[in-house]
């Protein structure tokens, strides 16, 4: 915090210590900050706490040296909980700036001049443990306070004093940066969303060279994987989220649109065509069909009359999305077993791709592909690979409920998410990761990675479920990748 503006000073503080809470108020530097504090509140200086941390001792001298700026408030119940609300104190009439979460993946910045204008979510005061299962009655670290005359000076001192005693994240300073942010790269998404298909990305990649741009990496974004609405074969003609959200990953490799792409088939003078207005088409075709989807919704809900309407507008939209697909999907190459004597004949699939990639781009780096932290959006078909996931039922925190409403959330909780079990977390990556290595892959691009709180009851909470995975996440990046391309 920098220093507080309002001028009542608490004259029996020594200016030897920066906090002081007494009196029900809470000062700093001798002036109340929060005032109508409960009984049940504390405040614990930083020096006072023990701290293991592998921090390197650069930072650990620096945070020792401002131990004395910086401190803990907690409370304590009688009764424990899986959630407790507890208030902290008041304040006015103090101006302040805010980081909260307003969607699930999102967080923005707030501002405000009372403790009212605070937003759901708000990252820094936010208790909660994300299983019904865990309770606790007494925090006694829930939120850190800091001190500084410098707002700049205040956000490294604090976040250096976090990274001590958490020691669960390090500092920019501490990391390596991969050489790729020193490179321009091309990023599938935008372009295609899920309709990316080898032949969009061949022409994208050759425009770029052809204007002087050529790319050094690339980023093939979602719609590589194979997904589908729990039977069948791959999802046919996905283009934005919508019902992508409730599909889920029932094999560990590319989906037939790139398991087809046969070894150079692009690599000829006259490649196969593509035109971008199509993709264009579609994608503003799947927009609308969003916007219907949502008013059916609404109608539902309304029971509005419009609902024959919107519907009959929604199936004419799917049919004009297939007839702009080219009426559905071409027969792919079958994979007939280990023992067929054409196996070797020909190379397929994303090996083939990556393969005639680099031999066309000569400045290509780096090729990275797209996955989910649960896999995909809805995880993984339970019985359809060697992973033993299952359902789980998909529960939103009080806080989260209380944020913007996203489409993507409520599908997601519509058809739960099929979880690998995080004792498998390590097999669960090393699966998808060593496939994509042996393909020409050289990193990932990881994202949902805030799912996992919604299904984290029985596992011991979002904490508990997470380490675990991105132990499995972390251990599989380095021995596929060496951690450059993370």
Not at 138 to 159: C, G, Q, R
Not at 333 to 341: A, H, R, T, Y
Request: contains cysteine.
């Amino acid at each position: 915090m920098a220093p507080p503006n309002e001028e009542t000073f608490n004259s029996k503080y020594s200016f030897g210590n920066v906090f002081d809470l007494s009196d029900s108020k809470f000062y700093v530097k001798g002036f109340p900050l929060l005032t109508q504090v409960p009984h049940n509140v504390s405040f614990t200086p930083f020096s006072s706490k023990s701290h293991s941390s592998d921090a390197p001792p650069s930072i650990l001298q620096r945070v020792l040296a401002d131990s004395h700026r910086g401190g803990f408030l907690g409370f304590s119940h009688s009764q424990p909980s899986d959630r407790l609300m507890n208030s902290l104190g008041s304040f006015s009439d103090r101006n302040f700036l805010s980081i909260f979460r307003f969607k699930t993946w999102w967080s923005t910045q707030w501002v405000g001049t009372s403790g009212s204008h605070l937003q759901m979510e708000t990252q820094w005061v936010l208790l909660h443990s994300g299983s019904t299962k865990v309770k606790a009655s007494s925090f006694d670290s829930i939120a850190y306070v800091h001190f500084s005359e410098n707002p700049y000076t205040l956000m490294k001192e604090a976040f250096s004093a976090l990274r001590v005693h958490l020691n669960t994240f390090k500092l920019l300073e501490e990391k390596n940066l991969p050489t790729l942010v020193d490179k321009f790269g091309w990023c599938t998404w935008d372009a295609f969303y899920l309709t990316v298909q080898p032949i969009g990305i061949w022409h994208g990649l050759k425009d770029f060279a052809d204007a002087g741009v050529p790319p050094r990496f690339l980023i093939i974004d979602d719609g590589w994987q194979s997904i589908n609405l729990d039977g069948g074969e791959d999802a046919k003609n996905l283009i934005l989220c919508g019902d992508q959200m409730n599909a889920r990953l029932h094999r560990l490799d590319e989906c037939g649109k790139f398991r087809r792409y046969k070894s150079g088939q692009f690599l000829g003078p006259n490649p196969p065509p593509f035109d971008p207005n199509n993709a264009k088409l579609l994608i503003e075709k799947g927009i609308e069909l969003e916007r219907l989807e949502r008013d059916s919704e609404a109608a539902k809900n309304t029971q509005s009359s419009e609902l024959v309407l919107i519907e009959s507008k929604i199936q004419t939209g799917k049919g004009e999305i297939d007839v702009l697909f080219g009426g559905g999907e071409q027969i792919e190459k079958k994979d007939c077993g280990s023992s067929c004597s054409c196996k070797g004949e020909e190379e397929y699939g994303m090996k083939a791709f990556t393969k005639d990639l680099r031999t066309k781009f000569k400045g290509l780096d780096n090729i990275y592909a797209w996955h989910a932290h649960c896999g995909a959006w809805g995880g993984v078909r339970p019985g359809a690979t060697h992973l033993n996931s299952k359902f789980a039922p998909c529960k939103l925190s009080p806080g989260l409920d209380g944020t913007m409403h996203d489409l993507a959330v409520v599908r997601i909780v519509e058809g739960s998410i099929g979880l690998v079990h995080p004792d498998q977390a390590n097999d669960f990556y090393d699966s998808m990761h060593s496939y994509l290595a042996q393909s020409g892959v050289t990193g990932v691009k990881v994202d949902v990675i805030h799912c996992l709180e919604y299904v984290s009851d029985e596992y011991g909470g979002r904490v508990e479920l997470a380490k675990a995975y991105y132990d499995g996440l972390t251990n599989s990046m380095e021995f596929q990748w060496k951690w450059t391309h993370c």
